[in-house]
């Protein structure tokens, strides 16, 4: 059960975080930003936004065996290119943030796939799919799931009191 609605209780606070993550979307795209929020939310453990991203990413058309390899981009071989490998370190190393952990191999890595701009684009990403994360963990919000045993619609809190991310 839900502990709260971060969207009800702290409206303002939610809106502009929804903004956020709106101009990553813009920013970088709904996929490339996808796959982020899909690897930040399995490397903190959000099986609300596991859920969430996977059933985005497929309905993007996304093959189902390339969303589960996410879970292990670093032994997936050929089904992520070296610009998304690149985004994953990326992705990991901020997420597990401590002094050593985005080294000048990862830093160089993204740079030879985008530039200073979209680099920003990257770490603004990746720390909003982190607040939505903390925000989801810590309010205990969970996938919801039909009748069928099937999750419910993406993004959909199917009248939960919590909602999230958008």
Not at 69 to 82: I, K, M, N, P, R
Not at 104 to 123: K, M, R, Y
């Amino acid at each position: 059960m839900t502990r709260m609605s971060i969207g009800e209780i702290n409206r303002t606070a939610y809106a502009n975080v929804a903004r956020m993550d709106t101009y990553c979307r813009e920013a970088l795209g709904a996929e490339l930003y996808d796959l982020i929020k899909l690897r930040a939310s399995i490397v903190n453990g959000c099986g609300f936004c596991v859920d969430m991203h996977s059933t985005d990413l497929a309905a993007m058309g996304m093959p189902w065996r390339k969303i589960i390899a996410v879970s292990a981009w670093q032994h997936a071989g050929a089904l992520f290119d070296d610009r998304e490998r690149s985004v994953f370190a990326l992705t990991d190393a901020v997420t597990r943030i401590g002094p050593d952990s985005v080294t000048d191999e990862i830093w160089d890595a993204v740079a030879a796939h985008f530039d200073a701009e979209a680099i920003g684009d990257l770490l603004v990403a990746i720390s909003t799919i982190n607040v939505w994360n903390r925000l989801a963990i810590s309010t205990e919000t969970v996938p919801v799931v039909d009748g069928s045993g099937d999750a419910g619609e993406s993004g959909d809190s199917g009248g939960a009191p919590a909602t999230p991310a958008p």
